[in-house]
């Protein structure tokens, strides 16, 4: 009888997820109905956020939409710290994430649309 290994199914399952990931694609008109959590405090020039501590507000119109994934990823994994963006991008997925990606990308540093 032939042993067969979990060996080669593994690799075949995640080369089938890193696909999967690599494919996600924002949607810049999708995410107009997702950034209402970010310009409360993001479309605000010079705001402070006062929770836990005070912080300086980025404005994040005209960001590169690979930073924003890549800063919503990290407080979804916990790696940032911040508590409130913390529980913002943990309640997103990753199309959510790529979709803000790209309407944020596509904004002027002023905040409207290029």
């Known amino acids: 009888m032939k042993k067969i290994t979990a060996l080669p199914f593994l690799l075949l ?3 089938t997820q890193a ?3 690599a494919e996600i694609v924002g949607n810049a008109q999708a995410a107009k109905a997702k950034i209402e959590m970010c310009i409360g405090c993001h479309g605000i020039p010079g705001y402070k956020a006062t929770f836990p501590e005070v912080y300086q507000v980025p404005m994040i119109g005209g960001q590169g939409a690979k930073y924003i ?3 919503l990823q990290a407080y979804k ?3 940032r710290k911040h508590p409130s963006m913390r529980g913002i991008a943990a309640s997103l997925s ?3 994430i790529a979709d803000v ?3 944020y990308a596509q904004q002027t540093r002023a905040g409207s649309a290029k």
Do not use: H, N, Y
């Open 101 to 103: 990606a790209a309407f």
């Open 69 to 71: 994934e890549a800063a």
């Open 19 to 21: 696909g999967t990931a």
């Open 13 to 15: 399952v995640g080369f």
């Open 94 to 96: 990753d199309q959510d």
């Open 77 to 79: 994994k916990g790696d």
